[in-house]
């Protein structure tokens, strides 16, 4: 199983980016995905998440209105459209798989079975 990100960059406070997460070697329909968001000197956490099917999207309070994860099956791709980003989105991006239709109550603290390499977000004030 592979898992790629790519999308990132550095933008100025405010401004949008669009990562993308492709992953190949699995039946990509079969699995929930999560961005993480990894501050610097800062654990890692969950961003936003999405069932198999795209029908169903979680966020945590912060990025709630200002990011959207989204999922193409048919690429075997999954995106998240940032947006009004701020400095404080500054990190590494990584996106995780796991064996699920949806995203559970617990989605930001549950085991992922799948991660990518990440990808780097520079947001400057």
């Known amino acids: 199983v592979q898992v790629v990100e790519s999308g990132g960059g550095l933008v100025e406070t405010g401004g949008s980016l669009r990562l993308s997460c492709v992953i190949s070697g699995l039946r990509f329909d079969d699995y929930v995905l999560t961005w993480f968001h990894q501050a610097p000197g800062k654990e890692r956490e969950a961003s936003s998440c999405?069932?198999?099917?795209?029908?169903?999207?979680e966020y945590i309070e912060s990025v709630e209105g200002r990011f959207i994860i989204s999922r193409d099956n048919a690429k075997k791709t999954a995106y998240l459209q940032m947006n009004s980003l701020k400095p404080e989105d500054t990190g590494m991006y990584y996106c995780?798989?796991?064996?699920?239709?949806?995203?559970?109550?617990?989605?930001?603290?549950?085991?992922?079975?799948?991660w990518g390499q990440g990808t780097r977000v520079t947001v400057s004030s």
């Open positions: 999405i069932s198999w099917s795209g029908s169903v999207a």
């Open positions: 995780a798989a796991v064996r699920d239709d949806y995203c559970t109550t617990s989605w930001t603290k549950r085991e992922y079975t799948y």
